[in-house]
């Protein structure tokens, strides 16, 4: 076998283990195909240029598809234990006479569930899901701002969901997001979304990132803001270390469950 053939058997392997356990280190890659450091580095940046993977301090992660969006019911099966951890937790970050905006997703599904204890807060949602959860307690006022249904989320969106939602101007934002990284931002699939997104967010006295470690070094198709617009990120441990670095030094609240 000739040195181009082994590298593109090589480079297909790696490809294979990626997809398989979604991340992968140098130094074990360089065991495994008894190859140097630098060679699989090489490789690893070969195949971020061609977009099939996402380069991380030490070794690579799984490059999903950007413009892939998934049903409500899916994303809530992901990494369910640890969005209930961080749905728990920021309820914690809100207090009696809030008034919130609740993005649409899985996430801050979590947090509504966790907010009838409080006597007296404002709830601006554009997720018919926890619009509907939350009619049941008659201390929480709540405010859906209109539009046109997406399917995938029973989430409201389009130019009437963003006009309504510059009326309004509230304390905290809690954003779900399907793509995060420091490079490019905050993304979602849907551009729809990510307007109205963009329109939440200024009107927001503070934006509060919740999502799980696996949305990090990720990017979704539209772009929603970049992470210089955000106060607070939400989330759990897994972080990717070079991203919990640039919360850090750019000064913005990471705060890990």
Known sequence: MDHTTSTVFRRAGILEKIRKAGKVQVDRLSTEFRVSEVT?????????????????????????????DYDISEK???????????GERSAKYISDGDAIFLDSGSTTMEIAKRLNGFSR????????????????????????PGGYLRE?????VGALAEQNT??????KLFLGVDGFDSRYGLSTPNPEEAQL???????????????????????????????TKIHTVITDRGIPAQEKDFLTESGIQCLLV
């Open 197 to 227: 997104n963009r329109a939440m967010i200024e009107h927001a006295r503070e934006t509060i990132v919740v999502t799980d470690s696996s949305k990090f070094l990720k990017r979704s198709l539209a772009l929603i803001a970049p992470v």
């Open 121 to 144: 807060l404002t709830v601006i949602t554009n997720a018919l899901p926890i619009a509907g959860l939350l009619a049941r307690n008659q201390n929480i006022r709540i405010i859906v």
């Open 152 to 156: 995938n989320s029973f989430s409201l």
């Open 40 to 68: 699989i580095r090489n490789d690893l940046t070969q195949l971020e240029k061609k977009g099939l993977l996402i380069r991380t301090r030490g070794g690579a992660i799984f490059r999903e598809r950007v413009g892939l």
């Open 76 to 86: 809530q099966k992901k990494n369910y234990h640890l969005k209930e951890r961080i």
């Open 166 to 171: 510059a009326g309004f101007y509230c304390d």
